[in-house]
């Protein structure tokens, strides 16, 4: 079994939150930390964007009202509103037999075990493989669970899971959210839309392609249940023996200067 670091981190800011990571990928690409496992969560809400979105599809107005965050991922695809979920992020050196080869082969190693964690919660999950966008389904969508996915994890027909992967010279990162409870359709009320009649359809088209762990189970699970179940999953999936840690003073620091200096920065949020 190989070691991996296993950080659980306080609820944060979405700015924090995305600025830890590419910390993280920063020193495991000088080899001064251990490929880790991630789980967190936000506060306040905070709506990411994906590395090339444009930040033209917020209402700023409405975000603001709401007490709602922006940040933009290093990742790619489209918007998720973070609240009331797990969010879970892996991030390895590429020679990291669990994240070596193509997208696709790491993304589906990764998923595999997503899939065990979920079907330990009692979901009756599935993994649909090689999925593409489809026929009433334009690419511009800005809503990531709304658009189908590779290897994407599901329940009742409904996506579960939504992941994304960055890969950079310094290693892999990929990250994804688990929604546990609440109105999926609230992150239409960040976005722009022609008009209320169409804001309202895309959050009924949300919701049938989109669900959370409560919906789909009838019952709430709570974050630390989630969480263990993501431990013990990863761990009996890909063979790790994951080593409870904290990020070192270091990642601290570089975390706190790529706050202020790039995710905190309209410079970053609204380059696209």
Known sequence: MDSWRLLITPSARGAWNMAAEE???????????L????????????????HAQPVADVDLLRVKQRGWEVVRRATG?????????????????????????????SYNRLAQALLLAVKSLELPVEMKEHVGLTGNMPPTNPVCFEVPSSYEITVNGKKLIGSAQARKKEGVLQHGSLPLTGDLARICQALVF???????DAARRLLERATTVESALGRAVSWE?????FIHAFEAQLGLSLKRGELSESE???ADELVREKYDHAVWTKRV
């Open 23 to 33: 910390a993280i990928l920063e020193h495991i690409g000088r080899n001064e930390a």
């Open 35 to 50: 490929p880790t496992l991630r789980l967190y969560a936000w506060e306040p809400a905070c709506l990411s964007l994906g």
């Open 252 to 254: 601290s620091r570089r």
């Open 77 to 105: 695809g489209r918007a998720i509103l973070h609240t009331d979920e797990l969010t879970y992020s892996v991030i390895a050196p590429m020679d990291e037999p669990r994240v070596a080869g193509s997208i696709l082969e």
């Open 225 to 229: 249940r989630a969480a263990q179940a």
């Open 194 to 200: 022609e008009n209320e009649a169409v804001r309202e």
